[in-house]
């Protein structure tokens, strides 16, 4: 059904069910909802006046005609972290300052709360002026830096026609910024540098995508984080009650009909306003931990609820709890798999004025913390509905690259479900609903922040296609210098091989890697005595995987002996069974199986080390490259088994098969400079030992 059409109908539906507020103006329904705001603003000055007339607090009164702050201004570097009291009290700022120009007053007062989600901002004018058929933007590029990042941040900013380019400031809203400092304050002794440079980031509302997030850094981003959502949450909230008061006092003073008839719009078609997407109960776990301190609310409902369904189940046991056993693993695989790691999950998040109620309906939510896998069994187990992600304003996607190893085809569904126009009005006041909502333009106003520990290409093709803020977008850069990349952790000695093979573009790509490992790579394996046996063939995707083991499951059955090469193999992927795992790692150690085909996400899950690799082949550079410099330690781990034999790094060799569409993962294993070169230059085979 055509956007206009539906939203006409659900308009119709939702001003004819009983109950609703009825009005006697002669004007359509369409066209109140669309007067601009400066009706409000007139019809309520009598009441302004009024309230102006006591005394404001200290803390909502400006001072010199400067913008009410937070008790505490925290400043570093020229970042600077104040507590934004909503504009909702900006007519106490108005009679302080009243010396000032209107104008200069209004244009000093807008903060990016206000000029992005304001029903008649900047960004939403820009919006509104663009044709119907306009459904993403174009941008502009430039690189930037931060103080307290280490890495370089690339800008950019949508090319609109009279777009005001200027970049609003906002800051956490006051009292949510308090309990993010008493918290601080506990743990850090105060905000640290990295604290604040999120913060300043994050309050632009510009979308951010941070694919370089260290494990050790992991908890300040949340922190920060689950800050800026509790902040967003709390400055929506106040915005609709200030604006339900003022009609209650209209209401109650006996005013017309026409005084009452406001065009407040401060809402959208559905409660819900933030959405963070997690790979594990583990996670959610510390972020509803987090959202609760800095939610504002003095109880918790459900709490012992929550408790018991995301900590361990009864009678589970952690095995990396154990010391001995979390000492055979690295340090990020015990920080993502410690604790319950059940990946489907759904939780709803509802604050009022004193309690946050956990478990609440997602109709009835502020927040919504959920896996992509979790979220969508619930949608289509409800038929399809997604309604309740019409008016999504933000979306967080902690621990990226561990979404990536589950299914990412999960995470796009949710985000194709996102800021659409709901399929029922569900008691909506479309009177109240904002301008961009109406139009269907929801996905221009959301801020989506994705954070990752390491870039790759379907991350990548989310953050230039699927984002779409006029607020512009960022992304983090960090080159890889070759003394830090990959291949320089690899045993001296080793001879690595990286082929090339040209593909003319992303869709071909797949195919032109299988004819290529198919006819010229097993063919070069094949060749020798050690590489034709004792040899790990390491594939990213699983598709890959399936299609390369039909290949040589029918070459065994083809072969005829003596004139085709033996290709014997065995298989782990993340859906073997530990049974078969258990019988191929000891097929290929004692040299039953020439060949190991395992899967990176196999690797990634159970990060087990393969005994009697002596040969290690890279199908495609791995998405996560830690691992390349991790598979090729197997073959020198003999003494870990209680071998004698040493290996000689000589005996050792990788083979890496690429193209151009994989430089961002090859940058982390040869260093940025050096994967420019074997990309575009005339040399196909590249060697280093």
Same mark, same amino acid.
């Given at each position: 059904m055509d956007p206009t059409l539906k939203l006409l109908t659900l308009i119709n539906v939702s001003a004819a069910k009983p109950g609703k507020r009825q009005r006697s103006s002669n004007l359509t329904h369409?066209?109140?909802?669309?007067?601009?705001?400066?009706?409000?603003? &007139?019809?309520?000055?009598?009441?302004?006046?009024?309230?102006?007339?006591?005394?404001?607090?200290?803390?909502?009164?400006?001072?010199?005609?400067?913008?009410?702050?937070?008790?505490?201004?925290?400043?570093?570097?020229?970042?600077?972290?104040?507590?934004?009291?909503?504009?909702?009290?900006?007519?106490?700022?108005?009679?302080?300052?009243?010396?000032?120009?209107?104008?200069?007053?209004?244009?000093?007062?807008?903060?990016?709360?206000?000029?992005?989600?304001?029903?008649?901002?900047?960004?939403?004018?820009?919006? #509104?002026?663009?044709?119907?058929?306009?459904?993403?933007?174009?941008?502009?590029?430039?690189?930037?830096?931060?103080?307290?990042?280490?890495?370089?941040?690339?800008?950019?900013?949508?090319?609109?026609?009279?777009?005001?380019?200027?970049?609003?400031?906002? &800051?956490?809203?006051?009292?949510? =910024?308090?309990?993010?400092?008493?918290?601080?304050?506990?743990?850090?002794?105060?905000?640290?540098?990295?604290?604040?440079? =999120?913060?300043?980031?994050?309050?632009?509302?510009?979308?951010?995508?941070?694919?370089?997030?260290?494990?050790?850094?992991?908890?300040?981003?949340?922190?920060?984080?689950?800050?800026?959502?509790?902040?967003?949450? #709390?400055?929506?909230r106040r915005r609709v009650l200030k604006n339900n008061e003022k009609l209650a006092k209209l209401a109650a003073s006996g005013a017309s009909d026409a005084d009452t008839d406001l065009d407040l719009r401060d809402q959208g078609f559905t409660r819900p306003k933030v959405l963070v997407l997690l790979p594990f109960r583990n996670s959610a776990l510390e972020w509803v931990d987090l959202l609760t301190k800095f939610s504002l609310c003095s109880q918790v409902d459900n709490k012992s609820r929550f408790a018991k369904e995301y900590n361990l189940p009864e009678g589970a046991i952690d095995k990396l709890a154990d010391a001995s056993v979390a000492a055979k693993y690295p340090e990020d695989h015990i920080a993502n798999f410690a604790g319950n790691i059940d990946d489907s999950f759904k939780l709803g998040l509802k604050v009022t004025r004193k309690s946050l109620k956990l478990f609440s309906g997602f109709y009835d939510s502020d927040?919504?913390?959920?896996?992509?896998?979790?979220?969508?069994?619930?949608?289509?187990?409800?038929?399809?509905?997604?309604?309740?992600?019409?008016?999504?304003?933000?979306?967080?996607?902690?621990?990226?690259?561990?979404?990536?190893?589950?299914?990412?085809?999960? =995470?796009?569904?949710?985000?194709?479900?996102?800021?659409?126009?709901?399929?029922?009005?569900?008691?909506?006041?479309?009177?109240?609903?904002?301008?961009?909502?109406?139009?269907?333009?929801?996905?221009?106003?959301?801020?989506?922040?994705?954070?990752?520990?390491?870039?790759?290409?379907?991350?990548?093709?989310?953050y230039n296609h699927t984002l779409q803020n006029v607020a512009g977008k960022i992304r983090t850069v960090a080159p890889t210098p070759e003394s830090e990349a990959e291949m320089s952790k690899v045993v001296s000695g080793v001879r690595q091989t990286f082929t090339r093979f040209e593909a003319a573009n992303p869709h071909s790509e797949p195919d032109l890697r299988f004819a290529h490992f198919t006819t010229k790579t097993l063919a070069q394996l094949s060749k020798s005595a050690v590489s034709s046996s004792h040899t790990l063939i390491l594939v990213p995707s699983y598709f890959d995987f399936v299609r390369l083991d039909a290949f040589l499951r029918e070459h065994n059955e083809k072969r005829k002996p003596g004139e085709t090469a033996n290709l014997s193999y065995t298989s782990i992927s993340e859906y073997s069974t530990p049974k078969d795992i258990r019988r191929a790692r000891e097929a290929f150690a004692s040299g039953k199986k020439r060949f190991l085909l395992l899967t990176e996400r196999a690797h990634f899950y159970r990060r087990f080390k393969i005994r009697g690799t002596k040969t290690v082949v890279f199908y495609q550079v791995p998405q996560n490259a830690r691992y390349f410099s991790e598979v090729l330690e197997f073959p020198f781990l003999n003494k870990d088994w209680g071998e004698e034999e040493e290996v000689d790094a000589n005996e050792v060799a990788s083979y890496v098969v690429y193209s151009k569409y994989d430089l961002i993962g090859l940058e982390k294993v040869v260093g940025t400079e050096q994967a420019k070169a074997m990309v575009a230059g005339d040399k196909a085979t590249w060697k280093f030992v």
């Open positions: 369409y066209d109140k909802i669309t007067r601009k705001a400066v009706a409000a603003q &007139q019809a309520t000055a009598s009441t302004s006046k009024a309230a102006l007339s006591s005394t404001p607090s200290p803390s909502k009164r400006a001072k010199n005609g400067a913008a009410p702050v937070a008790s505490t201004t925290i400043s570093q570097n020229g970042l600077e972290l104040v507590g934004e009291v909503s504009d909702d009290d900006e007519e106490d700022f108005d009679a302080a300052s009243s010396s000032a120009p209107k104008k200069q007053q209004k244009k000093s007062q807008i903060t990016a709360f206000d000029a992005h989600f304001g029903s008649d901002g900047p960004h939403a004018q820009a919006i #509104a002026k663009l044709p119907e058929s306009t459904t993403s933007l174009t941008w502009s590029t430039s690189r930037s830096t931060l103080p307290s990042f280490s890495t370089q941040l690339i800008v950019s900013s949508p090319s609109l026609p009279e777009f005001d380019s200027q970049q609003y400031s906002g &800051q956490p809203q006051v009292k949510v =910024l308090d309990a993010f400092n008493a918290f601080t304050a506990k743990h850090f002794s105060s905000p640290t540098p990295l604290h604040k440079a =999120l913060a300043t980031t994050l309050g632009s509302y510009a979308d951010f995508c941070d694919a370089n997030v260290a494990l050790r850094d992991r908890a300040q981003y949340r922190q920060v984080l689950a800050m800026h959502a509790m902040s967003h949450v #709390a400055k929506t927040v919504i913390v959920a896996s992509p896998l979790g979220l969508r069994l619930g949608m289509e187990k409800d038929k399809g509905d997604s309604d309740f992600l019409s008016s999504i304003e933000m979306v967080i996607v902690d621990q990226t690259d561990v979404i990536s190893m589950q299914n990412w085809e999960h =995470l796009e569904y949710v985000f194709d479900k996102l800021n659409h126009i709901p399929r029922q009005s569900r008691d909506t006041d479309f009177s109240r609903v904002k301008q961009f909502y109406l139009d269907n333009r929801a996905g221009m106003f959301r801020q989506t922040i994705m954070l990752s520990a390491h870039d790759f290409p379907a991350l990548r093709s989310v």
